[in-house]
């Protein structure tokens, strides 16, 4: 993969397009976690920083569904980034216009417009050949730095790249650093812990794994699964019939290929799924029949360390337990901590997993907390993102 990045392309003099990730939460106005925002600042400070550069600025902000609407404005992002950027963001009457041509083009060196939501059109989500030269017109170079939405085909996250010489911003090359290896050349041995709720959302990346892991630990939901393939009693936790015969092929291509998958080994029930539901400890692979699995138990715990400790490359996605409820949060919290004590490259990708990581304040010891939910899934799983296949070149 030969990506084309923001530092090797000449940007002297130009007006730069870039396609951000700003789907940040807005409440009452304001928004609330501008994480999303932070992290596009390096880039969009870079290409401020050369000689005569202007900028036009792209995002999408929650689902309009293809219609305007003053609810979706970007206008209170507009105020964030302006704050964070510490400096004047002009925000676009619209997305495609005569007087948004008109805005671009009064565009002076250093100065920044932020376009109204890329979603108010619904050519923007069917990649619309024509919107997309529209789009494409307001610049005369490319950088995505959305990596959020790279999995999407959209017009401001695809389309544009064909228009327009097309280079990834910092956020997307980081990305790209550090999952593009897992798949390709880890250094090993190589451990992979999948856990979250449905073997169906993961069974894709555990296969695609198998490809290049030493371990894989399987934990949360979806573990269950696997254990009821073993023969195990799993109570009343969450059971994917349709998936028993999947899980099972995948255990024995793990075994073909000296995979070693480690399954929970002990667990920590519940007598109901509820948040205030009394914690009770399984001290077996087996979970009594009145009991749901709620969280993973210390001998797993061990386990998931014993694999960790001579681990070159870590990748986590997908909590161990019920996290969201505190008597079903220490798995996730423990593993969590591991990871961030672990001496190899650790990667931590999937929304949920993300906000814990977050949650329990691990996040600056891990070497790469990813940016987006589905794309890191989808990188995983060996797809092509087709917003990061339109900057190769
Ligand atoms: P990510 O967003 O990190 O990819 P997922 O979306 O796959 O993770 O899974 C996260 C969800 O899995 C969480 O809401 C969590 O409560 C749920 N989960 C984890 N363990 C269990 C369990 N034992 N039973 C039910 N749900 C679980
Ligand atoms: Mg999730």
């Keep these: ?17 870039i396609r951000v990730d700003f789907n940040v939460p807005v409440k009452d106005g304001k928004v609330g976690d501008d994480t999303r925002i932070k992290s596009a600042l390096p880039t969009i400070r870079y290409i401020l920083e050369q000689e005569g550069t202007s900028l036009v600025v792209m995002s999408h902000f929650g689902r309009p569904k293809g219609k305007k609407n003053p609810d979706f404005s970007m206008a209170p992002i507009a105020d964030r980034f302006s704050e964070l950027l510490g400096k004047e963001v002009k925000l676009a009457s619209d997305v495609i216009s005569d007087e ?44 995505n730095d959305a990596f959020g939405t790279a999995h999407r085909a959209h017009a401001s996250t695809e389309g544009v ?61 979806m573990a269950y699964t696997f254990l009821k393939v073993q023969g195990h009693a799993i109570g009343k936790s969450l059971l994917e019939e349709d998936y028993i015969e999947v899980a099972r092929s995948f255990l024995d291509k793990a075994k073909e290929k000296n995979v070693s998958v480690i399954l929970p080994l002990d667990h920590v029930g519940a007598t109901k799924f509820d948040q205030n539901a009394e914690a009770v400890p399984v001290d077996s692979v087996d979970i009594p029949e009145d009991l749901i699995g709620m969280d993973v138990g210390p001998k797993t715990l061990a386990a998931v360390a014993d694999a960790l400790k001579s681990a070159r490359s870590i990748v986590w996605n997908g909590p161990m337990g019920v996290f969201e409820f505190d ?67």
């Design 161 to 221: 790249a064909h228009y327009l010489p097309s280079a990834a911003g910092f956020l997307i090359e980081k990305e790209v650093k550090f999952f593009a290896p897992l798949l390709d050349n880890p250094e090993k041995p190589f451990v992979a812990i999948i856990g979250g709720s449905k073997v169906s959302s993961k069974i894709s990346v555990l296969e695609s794994l198998l490809r290049t892991c030493d371990t894989i630990v399987i934990a949360g939901g």
């Design 100 to 143: 948004v041509t008109a805005q671009v083009e009064a565009l002076k060196s250093g100065e920044v417009l932020l376009l109204e939501n890329v979603r108010f059109y619904k050519e923007e989500e069917s990649n619309d050949p024509e919107f997309a030269k529209k789009l494409a017109a307001y610049g005369e170079v490319y950088i």
């Design 327 to 393: 008597s079903f949060a220490e798995g996730t919290k423990k593993v969590a901590q591991m990871v961030a004590d672990c001496e190899g490259v650790t990667v931590v990708g999937g929304g949920d997993s993300v906000a814990a990581v977050n949650k329990f304040g691990y996040a600056d010891r891990i070497d790469h907390v990813s940016t987006g939910g589905g794309a890191s899934l989808e990188f995983l799983e060996g797809k092509e993102l087709p917003g990061i296949k339109a900057l190769e070149k």
């Design 1 to 17: 993969m030969k990506l084309q990045t923001v530092k090797n392309i000449d940007l002297t003099g130009k007006r730069v397009l």
